[in-house]
């Protein structure tokens, strides 16, 4: 157990939906990372946020948008969906972004289907 | 821009042999981090091991260990005494403040009894 939670498991969800991924970050940790793992591939980084501002942005599309809250957990919202966007969603945090190392500690994951 | 390359999509190995998983990345920076995850059938992504860059000396964790070759930017993993429960998909990544984590697109390692 990493001490990441992400809610919920599962998802079930129809072309043109909307939904809401929480991910609650280690105790401690300020940093929040999400990433996209599509069937059989690598994981792609999506964004980050730290303390509450967005950090870092990757291959994160216009239709996704995430959010930290002042408790640091953290909600990714993906908007319009489309069946390519079916994929495990990874929640990481880490103690802090850009000094030394940082290890990131991973959830276990939202599983999203969309049909 | 940052890459991961991991030049073997599947492995295998016999129980109780030793498996080399390789690794090779790009980066502009001088300061960076390298790791291995491994990923088992429940999807979790746990890490098997890092390795600092500023570090000469290759990382090792019991049974895992890397050989890391800056100039030529490799990052090999080694799993010695392989078992049945190191079967998983394995990633390669890379860490800097610039470009953040940039994961391989993974080797799948079967271990056969």
């Known amino acids: 157990d990493s001490g990441v939670t992400q809610t919920p498991k599962h998802l079930i969800t129809a072309t043109g939906q909307r939904v809401t991924l929480r991910c609650s970050p280690r105790s401690g940790d300020l940093s929040v990372y999400w990433y996209q793992q599509s069937l059989d591939q690598g994981l792609q980084f999506l964004i980050q946020y730290y303390n509450g501002e967005e950090r870092a942005k990757g291959n994160i599309l216009e239709r996704f948008s995430a959010q930290q809250f002042p408790d640091l957990h953290s909600e990714l919202n993906l908007s319009s969906l489309e069946l390519g966007d079916s994929a495990l969603y990874f929640c990481a945090s880490s103690v802090i972004w850009g000094q030394g190392y940082n290890e990131q500690f991973f959830g276990p994951g939202t599983r999203l289907t969309v049909l | 821009a940052q890459t991961v390359t991991q030049s073997q999509p599947e492995m295998s190995v016999q129980e109780a042999e030793t498996v080399t998983l390789s690794c090779t990345y790009d980066t502009s920076e001088s300061d960076y981090y390298l790791f291995w995850y491994k990923q088992p059938p429940s999807r979790q992504m746990i890490l098997v091991i890092r390795?600092?860059?500023?570090?000469?000396q290759n990382a090792t964790e019991n049974r895992f260990s890397v050989n890391f070759q800056k100039a030529a930017k490799s990052f090999s993993l080694k799993i010695s005494d392989s078992q049945l429960g190191d079967a998983a998909m394995y990633f390669c990544?890379?860490?800097?403040?610039?470009?953040?984590?940039?994961f391989g697109p993974g080797t799948r390692l079967s271990v056969l009894p």
């Open positions: 390795q600092e860059a500023y570090k000469q």
């Open positions: 990544a890379c860490f800097n403040y610039g470009q953040n984590f940039v």
